[in-house]
T-cell receptor
Framework: AQSVTQLDSQVPVFEEAPVELRCNYSSSVSVYLFWYVQYPNQGLQLLLKYLSGSTLVESINGFEAEFNKSQTSFHLRKPSVHISDTAEYFC????????????FGTGTRLKVLA | DAGVIQSPRHEVTEMGQEVTLRCKPI?????LFWYRQTMMRGLELLIY????????DSGMPEDRFSAKMPNASFSTLKIQPSEPRDSAVYFCASSLRSGQGGNYEQYFGPGTRLTVT
């Protein structure tokens, strides 16, 4: 079985400041890792994913996440946030084989302040 | 592609009534997922299908909930009878497995906001 923990339910940060949203997972099997973003009144959209290869993955809008197998973490970072980054962010895992179920964390609400 | 389509976008109904939520996945996708999102419980997987066959329905809350996928382009989630605690946003998502040219990404619809009074 897998589980995902997002310890921070809300993160307020000023515009142009850096931010880190934390994600830790637990799994007895190999997993793929994802970050999804949800803007108000919308569905979730993929932000970035780790399937294999380089442990540092980036999105087109400046976010990055690093897969750390020893710490079972996949923290999301951005060096300088914008007002438009205000949204809820979900970390998710799925096993690399067998069941194709996604396990989502409880979400972190990022609020960017002017 | 139009993406995952859900209807209706909003549904308000009275307790005891039957509610049917609809989903059209992205053409060619072979997996379809139904989720429920509430403030209290977050995002919960209710059921998912592979090639129209239900694979795991362990997240379906109780017998009042049922889901079908009669063909590759249509799925329904039905609640009968509905109760106020069913009020939530229900999302449908579809995906294509990597082995078939996919990328493991789930594509979410805009959701149906259900209010049961």
């Amino acid at each position: 079985a897998q589980s995902v923990t997002q310890l921070d339910s809300q993160v307020p940060v000023f515009e142009e400041a850096p931010v880190e949203l934390r994600c830790n997972y637990s799994s007895s099997v190999s997993v793929y890792l994802f970050w999804y973003v949800q803007y108000p009144n919308q569905g979730l959209q993929l932000l970035l994913k780790y399937l294999s290869g380089s442990t540092l993955v980036e999105s087109i809008n400046g976010f990055e996440a690093e897969f750390n197998k020893s710490q079972t973490s996949f923290h999301l970072r951005k060096p300088s946030v914008h007002i438009s980054d205000t949204a809820e962010y979900f970390c998710a895992v799925t096993s690399t084989s067998g069941t194709y179920k996604y396990i989502f964390g409880t979400g972190t609400r990022l609020k960017v302040l002017a | 592609d139009a993406g995952v389509i859900q209807s209706p976008r909003h549904e308000v109904t009275e307790m005891g009534q039957e509610v049917t939520l609809r989903c059209k996945p992205i053409s060619g996708h072979d997996y379809l997922f139904w989720y429920r999102q509430t403030m209290m419980r977050g995002l919960e997987l209710l059921i998912y299908f592979n090639n129209n066959v239900p694979i795991d329905d362990s997240g379906m809350p109780e017998d009042r909930f049922s889901a079908k996928m009669p063909n590759a382009s249509f799925s329904t989630l039905k609640i009968q009878p509905s109760e106020p605690r069913d009020s939530a946003v229900y999302f449908c998502a579809s995906s294509l497995r990597s082995g078939q040219g996919g990328n493991y990404e789930q594509y979410f619809g805009p959701g149906t906001r259900l209010t049961v009074t």
